[in-house]
């Protein structure tokens, strides 16, 4: 379990021995087939303030499969801007939006990463309003199929025709 830069005690206590500070950014792992590569993990937060915490997320570029996915974590706009930089733009076949697909999007890094589809994590019924229909529109508006685990339950992703394709179906065709 990597934990986050100066991950809060109930975090830790919940990761127990299995806890671990993530590699850094810049580093890459190899899990099984997998290969991992950390595009960012921190700043350390200098308070416990939400966007400040968010923004400490690491973000992950997960190559393996036929498949190269981003996962955003919790970053913010600072946090997704920051990531520009080290992405190639159109190299990314998924992208896990960031935040729960919460309004904290960045158009500019949406469509660089120009992926053809846009999973959003998220609870059903949530309290915070999750996903937002600004990051729907973004996602969808740069071509990326949306699909949300509120409404698709568990998204499972193989390669077909040179592309993502789903393994179970889900319900919506595009859900957003």
Known sequence: VWLPPAAGDTTVAAAGA???PAPGAGESVAVGGLAVDVLQSGPPPQSRDGTEVNDSSTALRLIGGGLTVVALGDLEIDGQRRLE????????????AAHHGSAAQDPGLIRELAAPVAVVSVGAGNDYGHPSGEALALYGGAGAVVLRTDLCGDVVLTTADGGPALVRACPTSVAG
Not at 85 to 96: F, H, N, Y
């Open 18 to 20: 299995r806890g671990g």
């Open 85 to 96: 930089r080290v992405l190639a733009p159109g190299s990314v076949d998924v992208v896990k």
